[in-house]
C-alpha cells in the first residue's frame, strides 16, 4: 500500500522485546522490563494483516530479539504467511551461536548483527558487558549457518569508537559479510549530539581505498569496496543525507502500537481490536497513510531509547 506521499510501503519492522542484555549508552540507559510484549499469536495476527496491505519483508528487532525464548517459533508463524517473501532479525549475537541454526530452519533469511568494536575493552565499555567473544562466535556461526545474507552494523561515536573504524572494515575484507556505518541518532538521554556524529562523509574520506559499487541496491545503505575485499562496506546516513522519501518501512513496538515513522512520536494503538479483522485492517490502512513526511533530527530533537522503539 502506499502512504500519502505516494511512497510504497513494504517492510515491517517488529520490535519483540524491549527487554537487552547490553545496555549501549547511545541506544537506552535504562533497563526494560519485560511488559505487554505481544504474543506469537498476535505477532502472527499483525503480519497477516499487514501482509495484506502489502508487507513483504518483515525484521525482528527489540530490544534484543534472542532474548524471547519464543524467537523461533515467531519466526516460523511469519515465515509461514502467505505475501511475506523475506524474514530478517537483528541482533547484537551474543546468543546468536546456540540458536543460529534454529533461526535458520525456522525460515530467517538473513542476520544483521551490531557490533561498534573489535576491541575487548572497548567493547566492555559501549556495552557495559564483557561479551566480545559471544559476540563474534555468534557471527561466525550465522557466517556458517549458510544464511542468504549476513551483515555487520556499526554505529561510530566521535571521541568513543571511532578508532575501531578500521578494524571493522577488516571484517568485509577477511568474510563474506558487508559492514555497514550507521550515523548516530539523537536517542537516549545524550541529546542531539550532533558533535559526536561521525558522518559518512568524514569515513570515505579516511578510507580512499573504498570505491563505489556500481550496481544499486534498494534499501537506505549506499555500498562500497575495495581490492581483494570479500564483502562490502555501506554507509546508511540519516544525518548527512535524509533518505525520508525513500522510506518504505513501518514498525510495531513490542507492546503492539504501530509506529510509522522512527523519528516521530505518532503511534497507533491497536492492540485490543487485533482480533476484528476489519477494524484492524482499517487502523493500519490509517497509520501507513499518515506516515509522516520525515524526521527531523536536525532541529535538535531528540527522542527515547532506540531499545524502547526498536532499532
Ligand atoms: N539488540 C539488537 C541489536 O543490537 O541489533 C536490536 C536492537 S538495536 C536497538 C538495533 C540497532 O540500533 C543497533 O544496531 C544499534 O547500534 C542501533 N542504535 C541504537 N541506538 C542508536 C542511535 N542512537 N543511533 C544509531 N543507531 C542506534
Known sequence: ????????????????TKRCNLNCSYCGSKKAAREKELTVEEIKLLTEAFAEKGIK????????????????????AIKNIHGIEALYITTNATELEKKAAQLKKSGVDGINISLDALDREMYRALTGVDRLSDALKGFYAALGTGFQRVRINSVLVRGKNDGEAEKLISLARDYKTDVRFIELMPFSSQGENRELVVKT???????????????????????????????????????????????????????????????????????????????????????????????????????????????
Open 1 to 16: 500500500m502506499k502512504d500519502k506521499l505516494g511512497r510504497e510501503i513494504n517492510y515491517l519492522r517488529i520490535s519483540v
Open 201 to 311: 562523509a568524514e569515513l570515505l574520506e579516511r578510507f580512499p581505498f573504498l570505491t563505489p559499487v556500481e550496481e544499486v541496491e534498494e534499501g537506505a545503505a549506499k555500498y562500497y569496496t575495495a581490492e581483494g575485499f570479500r564483502g562490502r562496506v555501506g554507509f546508511i546516513s540519516p544525518r548527512s543525507g535524509k533518505f525520508c522519501s525513500e522510506c518504505n518501512r513501518v514498525r510495531i513496538l513490542s507492546d503492539g502500537r504501530i509506529k510509522p515513522c522512527l523519528g516521530n512520536e505518532l503511534t497507533y494503538d491497536i492492540r485490543e481490536f487485533i482480533e476484528d479483522k476489519k477494524l484492524l485492517s482499517a487502523k493500519i490502512d490509517e497509520a501507513i497513510f499518515n506516515k509522516p513526511v520525515s524526521h527531523h533530527f536536525e532541529d535538535g530533537e531528540n527522542f527515547r531509547g532506540l531499545n524502547l522503539i526498536g532499532g
Open 57 to 76: 519483508k518483515v525484521r525482528l528487532t527489540g530490544g534484543e530479539p534472542l532474548m524471547r525464548e519464543d524467537i523461533t517459533e515467531i519466526a516460523q
